[in-house]
T-cell receptor, first 108, second 116 residues
Framework: RKEVEQDPGPFNVPEGATVAFNCTYSNSASQSFFWYRQDCRKEPKLLMSVYSSGNEDGRFTAQLNRASQYISLLIRDSKLSDSATYLCVVGAGTALIFGKGTTLSVSS | NAGVMQNPRHLVRRRGQEARLRCSPMKGHSHVYWYRQLPEEGLKFMVYLQKENIIDESGMPKERFSAEFPKEGPSILRIQQVVRGDSAAYFC??????????????FGSGTRLTVV
């Protein structure tokens, strides 16, 4: 089992759609959780941290279920500029572990 | 604050040559992490260093790859006798060592290595 697994994608949605990404992780000792965004041929950039209570940042909502070892990201009212690859990231031990990412393409 | 600086941005090497990738962490950061991203793949952890110390090199290939973070100067990822399979984007990230599990890492723009 991979350490961090994500929906394979790609997700192709129209502007204004709501889209949800899922992620599972294998290490029950994981203590920190993030969603990063990576644009084509660019470096990953932190989108948001994920807390046990769930958290929201504008159109983005992240949820964590420690019992199921499951993380989600919900994007509401998708914009063209949301097109990117979204990386689920889990921290345990000395380094952050990245999922392979899910590609989102928003079209007009 | 210049952020994490990596150079060169692009590096072309012939098979068998050496590649040296440099990373200067953000001001105030003393922890450096190197990741490799193969084409169409996710980021894979390679090594975690603090000044003059390798903390975790569990992701480093056993041969040809080495990393250092000297007391003065940037961190260096060195690949000896490069092969075509080393072609990838190499990203460096830095942290203060106290907040990365709250705020994550800050990445540099990466070095794209092409082996011909």
């Amino acid at each position: 089992r991979k350490e961090v697994e994500q929906d394979p994608g790609p997700f192709n949605v129209p502007e204004g759609a709501t889209v949800a990404f899922n992620c599972t992780y294998s290490n029950s000792a994981s203590q920190s959780f993030f969603w990063y965004r990576q644009d084509c041929r660019k470096e990953p950039k932190l989108l948001m941290s994920v807390y046990s209570s769930g958290n929201e940042d504008g159109r983005f909502t992240a949820q964590l279920n420690r019992a199921s070892q499951y993380i989600s990201l919900l994007i509401r009212d998708s914009k063209l500029s949301d097109s990117a690859t979204y990386l689920c990231v889990v921290g345990a031990g000395t380094a952050l572990i990245f999922g392979k990412g899910t590609t989102l393409s928003v079209s007009s | 604050n210049a952020g994490v600086m990596q150079n060169p941005r692009h590096l072309v090497r012939r098979r068998g040559q050496e590649a040296r990738l440099r990373c200067s962490p953000m001001k105030g950061h003393s922890h450096v992490y190197w990741y490799r991203q193969l084409p169409e793949e996710g980021l894979k952890f390679m090594v975690y260093l603090q000044k003059e110390n390798i903390i975790d090199e569990s992701g480093m290939p056993k041969e040809r790859f080495s990393a250092e973070f000297p007391k003065e100067g940037p961190s260096i990822l060195r690949i000896q006798q490069v092969v075509r399979g080393d072609s990838a984007a190499y990203f460096c990230a830095s942290s203060s060592g106290t907040e990365e599990f709250v705020y994550g890492y800050t990445f540099g723009s990466g070095t794209r290595l092409t082996v011909v």
